[in-house]
């Protein structure tokens, strides 16, 4: 096997991994491709993709295994029905799933002889193979390695440890941040529609600044006095009575407020 330039084998042609494939297609990386809607191969196969025939098929053709499938469930099945062909190769297994998993699949796929490495992608597929977009990985670092220069062509490799869920925990985290943003986004977004304003320009003009200069305060430090818990509380608690009087729904921030009043005990 060419240890220096890879060859690839993507397992899974969905939204994600066609992105990913297309990505490894535009930087000449030789690239055998298998869906289990095998339609869904035709576009790659014509930009230059190899079709494998079934997963073993697939997987017989390359030094470096990407799964980017639905679940755990379909990645442990599209595996299992090539057990004893791993041997030898890497599995990168980019399919969301819980820390435990990761493990447990990661576990396998050594038994069987093959490095496992997991990861997280931190990116919508648009932003595939653009500047911005970075993965996530843990577990062999080995197998890392190995398929480096192909991942470097789909997104900023940011390689986490030799614990195959850590890419998984880093991942949640990260979503975690995002989806407390996007809600509060819309939670401002519905506090002033309560009152007529449109989201635009309040959007473009106000909230995304605002949140760019506030990313000053992370991480947050319960000891400062810059803005002390006690006060916090008391504007979340001003915010929650104005949101009601809106007639908004306050749950998002009712979670905030107990998050401080942690805050507050740990100073
Ligand atoms: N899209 C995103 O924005 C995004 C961002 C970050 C991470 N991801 C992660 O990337 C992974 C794939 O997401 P996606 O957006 O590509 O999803 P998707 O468009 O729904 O594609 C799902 C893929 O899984 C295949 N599949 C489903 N069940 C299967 C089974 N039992 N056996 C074999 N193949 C099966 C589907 O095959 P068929 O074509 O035959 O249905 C398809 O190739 C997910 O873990 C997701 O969390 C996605």
Redesign the pocket.
């Known amino acids: 096997m060419n240890r220096g330039s890879p060859s690839v084998t993507v397992l899974?042609?969905?939204?994600?991994?066609?992105a990913l494939t297309a990505a490894l297609l535009a930087g000449g990386q030789p690239t055998t491709v298998w869906?289990?809607?095998a339609a869904?191969a035709d576009a790659f196969v014509e930009q230059g993709a190899a079709r494998g025939a079934t997963p073993a098929d697939a997987i017989s053709a390359s030094d470096v295994v990407i799964t980017?499938?639905?679940?755990y469930?379909?990645v442990d099945?599209?595996l299992r029905s090539a057990a004893g062909m791993l041997g030898g190769r890497t599995v990168v297994n980019?399919?969301?799933?819980a820390p435990a998993q990761a493990r447990n699949t990661g576990a396998w796929v050594s038994a069987e002889g093959a490095e496992y490495v997991d990861g997280g992608?931190m990116?919508?597929?648009p932003m595939i193979g653009q500047e911005d977009a970075f993965i996530l990985y843990s577990g062999s670092h080995a197998g890392f390695e190995r398929a480096k220069s192909a991942l470097t062509t789909l997104a900023r490799p940011v390689f986490l440890g030799a614990d195959p869920g850590l890419a998984s925990l880093y991942d949640f985290a990260l979503l975690s941040a995002m989806y407390g943003m996007f809600a509060g986004a819309h939670h401002a977004v519905e506090l002033l529609a309560s009152e007529g304003i449109g989201a635009e320009p309040f959007t473009t003009e106000l909230l995304k600044p605002w949140l760019e200069a506030m990313m000053v305060a992370l991480p947050p430090d319960p000891a400062s006095d810059d803005s002390n818990a006690a006060m916090q509380i008391v504007a979340l608690e001003n915010m929650l009575a104005a949101s009601r009087e809106q007639a908004i729904d306050d749950e998002l921030l009712g979670h905030l407020k107990a998050s401080l009043h942690v805050l507050r005990r740990a100073a």
Do not use: Q, Y
């Open positions: 899974g042609l969905g939204a994600m991994g066609g869906n289990r809607t869904r980017c499938l639905f679940d469930a379909s099945e599209v980019v399919t969301n799933g992608i990116a919508v597929p």
